[in-house]
């Protein structure tokens, strides 16, 4: 059972635009939301998260919104650029404090010149 | 944030052997991780690692199979044991922070099981 789905396994944008990605969840007990950026051959970096109480957080050119209801969110990269080119992870936990992660697919960005 | 190292990089390994993943972070944290992440697929979580006692295991991951300990606040290893080419993977170990929010991950082992 995947709690967490990223839906699409790769994203290509073009640079200067806006790069957005999407996460769903099912379940309803998952309280903080995190995204990471992955490179070839390196751990996930962290880069933004958000909590239940708040539908958007922002943090220079990335921001994340959250549709509880929908049990939805997103990743918005503006402007894009070629080093934002990696694989995008969306996780989630139900405990504050980011323990136990439950991580999506992964979303592979490319941004062309 | 804290930086983390992990023993070995990478490795290739024979089936029926095993091999233990060093993590050493740079500062004392609450909370150590084991993840792995198979080819092609996304991060699961095998177990807590618990200073001084037992780690707490996933649904899937067992204690023989993947021993793991964490003698202090700095430092962990996991074991792959008997190993098979199912277990070829990536292994990564991640920290919280004291009062922090998120989880920081080492670069990662990457093991291949012939």
């Known amino acids: 059972d995947q709690q967490v789905k990223q839906n699409s396994p790769s994203l290509s944008v073009q640079e200067g635009r806006i790069s957005i990605l999407n996460c769903d969840y099912t379940n309803s007990m998952f309280d903080y939301f995190l995204w990471y950026k992955k490179y070839p051959a390196e751990g996930p970096t962290f880069l933004i998260s958000?909590?239940?109480?708040?539908d958007k957080n922002e943090d220079g050119r990335f921001t994340v919104f959250l549709n509880k209801s929908a049990k939805h969110l997103s990743l918005h990269i503006v402007p894009s650029q070629p080093g934002d080119s990696a694989v995008y992870f969306c996780a989630a936990s139900a405990i504050r404090g980011a323990q136990k992660l439950v991580f999506g697919q992964g979303t592979r960005l490319t941004i062309n010149p | 944030s804290a930086v983390i190292s992990q023993k070995p990089s990478r490795d290739i390994c024979q089936r029926g052997t095993s091999l233990t993943i060093q993590c050493q972070v740079d500062?004392?944290?609450?909370?150590m991780f084991w993840y792995r992440q198979q080819p092609g697929q996304s991060l699961t979580l095998i177990a807590t690692?618990?200073?001084?006692?037992?780690?707490?295991?996933e649904s899937g991951f067992v204690i023989d199979k993947f021993p793991i300990s964490r003698p202090n606040l700095t430092f962990s290893t996991l074991t792959v044991s008997n190993m098979s080419p199912e277990d070829s993977s990536i292994y990564l170990c991640s920290v919280a922070v004291t009062g922090g929010e998120t989880q920081y991950f080492g670069p990662g082992t990457r093991l291949l099981v012939l």
């Open positions: 500062s004392q944290v609450t909370m």
């Open positions: 958000i909590s239940s109480i708040k």
């Open positions: 690692a618990n200073q001084g006692s037992e780690a707490t295991y």
